[in-house]
């Protein structure tokens, strides 16, 4: 304020008062609230977008250390050599032309009481509100013999990128007659279908390019996502390709040799393959974790009201990192999250009423490419915590004719491209 300011009316006062208070309010009146998002992917690219549809004079920056952001959505379409790697590759120009300020380095520390994040790059930048969307990072070591050396060998491809190229290279270098073995988690971990996505996926392909080979999977669980649909499309287009373990038939894996491609069950079997895939358990994303927002799960605890962190009010923690259940980490989930919380927080920034918290996920299953299958639910926040509502669950048929498949499949590619627009504006 300067000398020359009017005298101030009660209201203004009153209002003034209350953005002393919330100096974010205060600042997003007079143009300059600064909102950080961390993450380009799924959760953080459409927090960013949303804001800024919802605030064109706000300040926003978002940090993500790729130049490109390759989806794990579709991913076992490419190691199925069904899609190339680019088209599953989002740049960040659409949200620069929106005027955000993306900076490509790594988020090392926050500071949530000073308001601050550091950067790789040595940058320091004050915020408003934070929002962090880092996804999921693997939990070596819990999986014994299983670190970050042994993904060399027996890739997990759980973070689109070298990972899933790895995987894709020792699948089309593995012989005829070869076992592709897959070790799954128990939930929660990202993508509670993608496991049996990709067995469905790899089976397309060994089929046409190397019939005599075999998929084992062991899974440290007895029921998932979309089983019985899972199981018949299997049945229905492999055969007897696809062995699936449960916890209960020596599906838990308690040892890894990543070298030999070996690993040990509970029951004390050894299996050796010769592509080995170890989807290892996972926690949030190590920034949020660096930023004391993780609990002893390692996921971050959130209000489903919007998001914020339950450790700070200032800090949104959306998409995998976040402990959301009954919502699945899935990049729908987190999209749904992004635009939820680019809603609160510009609400919050204009001194408006909250939105409605109501999110959405809709999960498409390709088990070959004219057989897709779906679930989608809603959800919202009551009492403080997460729940399904009931009557919104929706799941693909058993026994469904093949072109309901087929335009399934359909549907999927349309998914994934109407989302891509809606985070990435590509
Ligand atoms: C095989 C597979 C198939 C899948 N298929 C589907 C599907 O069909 N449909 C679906 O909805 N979901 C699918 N998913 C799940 C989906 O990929 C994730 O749920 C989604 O990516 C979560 O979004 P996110 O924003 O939490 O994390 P991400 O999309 O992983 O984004 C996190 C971003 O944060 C960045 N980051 C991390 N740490 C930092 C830091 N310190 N500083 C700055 N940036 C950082 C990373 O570089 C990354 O770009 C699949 C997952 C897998 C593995």
Redesign the pocket.
């Known amino acids: 304020m300067t000398e020359s300011t009017p005298p101030l009316s009660r209201r203004a006062l009153l209002t003034g008062l209350g953005a002393l208070a919330m100096p974010g309010v205060a600042r997003a009146q007079h143009g300059s609230a600064h909102v950080v998002v961390?993450?380009?992917?799924?959760?953080?690219?459409t927090a960013a977008r949303h804001l800024r549809l919802q605030m064109p004079g706000l300040r926003i920056t978002l940090?993500?250390?790729?130049a490109r952001?390759y989806?794990?959505?579709?991913?076992?379409l490419y190691l199925a050599g069904l899609r190339d790697w680019e088209s599953l590759g989002h740049g960040f120009e659409a949200l620069r032309a929106m005027d955000i300020a993306v900076v490509h380095?790594?988020?090392?520390d926050v500071d949530a009481v000073a308001r601050t994040i550091t950067l790789s790059d040595g940058q320091r930048l004050v915020w408003d509100k934070l929002v962090l969307?880092?996804?999921?990072d693997m939990r070596w070591g819990e999986l014994e013999g299983y670190d970050a050396q042994a993904s060399m060998y027996a890739p997990h491809?759980?973070?689109?990128g070298a990972q899933t190229r790895l995987l894709r290279d020792q699948l089309h270098a593995m012989p005829d007659g070869g076992t592709f073995a897959m070790v799954i988690p128990a939930t929660p971990y990202?993508?509670p279908p993608?496991?049996y996505?990709?067995a469905a996926l790899v089976a397309h392909y060994f089929r046409a390019r190397k019939p005599k080979s075999r998929i084992l999977l062991l899974d440290a669980k007895n029921e998932f996502s979309k089983k019985p649909l899972f199981l018949q499309g299997w049945k229905a287009l492999y055969g007897d390709m696809i062995d699936w373990r449960s916890l209960d038939h020596d599906g838990q894996v308690v040892r890894v040799d990543a070298r030999r491609r070996e690993v040990e069950t509970a029951a004390g079997a050894l299996h050796r393959a010769d592509v080995l895939n170890v989807i290892a358990p996972q926690k949030a994303?190590?920034?949020a974790e660096r930023a004391g927002l993780t609990d002893a799960s390692g996921w971050v605890p959130v209000h489903p009201e919007n998001f914020a962190a339950r450790q700070q009010a200032h800090v949104h923690v959306?998409?995998?990192?976040s402990q959301a259940a009954p919502m699945p980490?899935?990049?729908?989930?987190?999209?749904s999250q992004?635009r939820l919380v680019a809603a609160a927080i510009s609400a919050e920034l204009l001194g408006q009423e909250a939105p409605q918290a109501v999110y959405t996920?809709?999960?498409?299953?390709l088990i070959g490419p004219e057989y897709g299958i779906s679930v989608a639910g809603v959800y919202r926040a009551k009492n403080d915590t997460m729940e399904e509502v009931p009557a919104a669950v929706g799941i693909s048929p058993l026994d469904a004719q093949p072109w309901f498949r087929a335009a399934e499949a359909r549907y999927?590619t349309a998914w994934?491209q109407a989302?891509s627009a809606d985070t990435w504006g590509n």
């Open positions: 961390v993450g380009g992917g799924f959760g953080g690219a940090i993500e250390p790729a952001h989806t794990c959505a579709f991913s076992s380095a790594a988020a090392v969307s880092p996804g999921v491809a759980w973070s689109a990202r993508c993608g496991p996505e990709r994303g190590w920034i959306i998409g995998d990192a980490k899935s990049g729908a989930s987190a999209n992004g996920n809709t999960c498409y299953s999927g994934y989302i």
